[in-house]
């Protein structure tokens, strides 16, 4: 079947944009395998910009040795992957409460819950900032028999690796927790929920399967590309978090990778062809992320968009 000459046309400026989004990223290979300032030199123009006189693989190595990247990329992948874990695990739980339980003010509490997405991110900052510093002091007091002081000492006592105290501000705790659980994540997959059929709710209670069984056998296989959408965006949004991490820690121990390329840049100047080179690097997990969930992705994405 041939596609309508004015079809074609409305093409030609979609393929335009679709390949002006792929500069930047071409921009920073090039960036990345560019000598020590080069990228910096106007004499080349933007030819010579966008293709350097020489190719200088050897970034990418050096981008290993300069700084403790290694330890950037660990704590990147334990931090991003259990939020990313227990994210969708409690956004599965409230979802299922919302939408296959009945209870009073259920619906109440949902639209309130929501609420919450309005409030913005920056206005919340300094009170969960408050409440992770004085967790420590809090659970001193509360649970006197354990010496708290000396576990939130216990990881800058180790040699290796160094995890940071045990909650608190410089800690894994600190990092991970308040990630932990979002109206988002709820909202998403309680719609997910909801199109699925009650029958199978009373199939399973017939059968003798409890809230957790039904939950844990029947719902949650069924809302596999709700999960992976959820998983992939939390995912994404851990790994590339930057402020937060930068305001509960102070080691160097717990930079995550976004902290870490601040490490190219010094006083009197930037080093951009390692930091594009690490910038590539960072990029890894989100493509393979994306890859494995992307059947699921696509169609977790019209959640709620048709009804009935």
């Known amino acids: 079947m041939k596609m309508p000459r004015l079809a074609v046309l409305w093409h030609v400026p979609l393929m335009i944009a679709a390949l002006s989004m792929l500069l930047p990223l071409a921009f920073m290979f090039t960036t990345a395998l560019s000598e020590p300032g080069q990228s910096l030199r106007a004499d080349g123009g933007i030819l010579g910009l966008l293709w350097p006189s020489t190719w200088r693989w050897r970034n990418f190595a050096e981008v290993w040795i300069q700084v403790p990247?290694?330890?950037?990329?660990?704590?990147?992948?334990?931090?991003?992957?259990?939020?990313?874990?227990?994210?969708?695990?409690?956004?599965?739980?409230?979802?299922?409460?919302f939408a296959r339980l009945r209870w009073r003010a259920r619906d109440a509490i949902f639209?309130?819950?929501?609420?919450?997405?309005?409030?913005?991110?920056?206005?919340?900052m300094i009170p969960n900032f408050i409440i992770v510093r004085f967790i420590p002091d809090v659970l001193s007091h509360g649970l006197p028999w354990i010496d708290w002081s000396a576990l939130r000492h216990l990881g800058p006592s180790l040699a290796w690796p160094k995890v940071g105290r045990f909650v608190g501000l410089d800690s894994y705790f600190a990092l991970t927790v308040p990630a932990m659980?979002?109206?988002?994540?709820?909202?998403?997959?309680?719609?997910?929920?909801?199109?699925?059929?009650?029958?199978?709710?009373?199939?399973?209670?017939?059968?003798?399967?409890?809230?957790?069984r039904t939950f844990f056998k029947i719902i949650l296989p069924l809302a596999t590309p709700g999960l992976a959408t959820l998983g992939v965006f939390t995912f994404m949004a851990a790994w590339g978090g930057l402020l937060w991490?930068?305001?509960?820690?102070?080691?160097?121990?717990?930079?995550?990778?976004?902290?870490?390329l601040q490490a190219f840049q010094g006083q009197y100047g930037t080093e951009w062809h390692l930091m594009m080179a690490a910038a590539l690097l960072m990029l890894i997990p989100n493509v393979v992320i994306f890859a494995i969930?992307?059947?699921?992705?696509?169609?977790?994405?019209?959640?709620?968009?048709?009804?009935?």
């Open 293 to 308: 969930g992307q059947r699921f992705f696509l169609s977790g994405l019209t959640v709620g968009a048709v009804k009935g």
């Open 245 to 260: 991490p930068l305001v509960v820690t102070s080691q160097d121990s717990l930079r995550t990778l976004p902290l870490g």
């Open 181 to 212: 659980f979002s109206a988002y994540g709820t909202f998403l997959l309680r719609q997910f929920f909801l199109g699925l059929p009650r029958e199978l709710d009373e199939a399973a209670m017939i059968d003798g399967c409890g809230p957790w």
């Open 111 to 124: 639209l309130a819950y929501l609420a919450t997405m309005m409030v913005p991110t920056a206005v919340t």
């Open 69 to 97: 990247f290694l330890r950037y990329y660990i704590n990147s992948l334990l931090i991003a992957g259990t939020i990313t874990v227990t994210h969708v695990f409690t956004s599965a739980c409230a979802a299922f409460a």
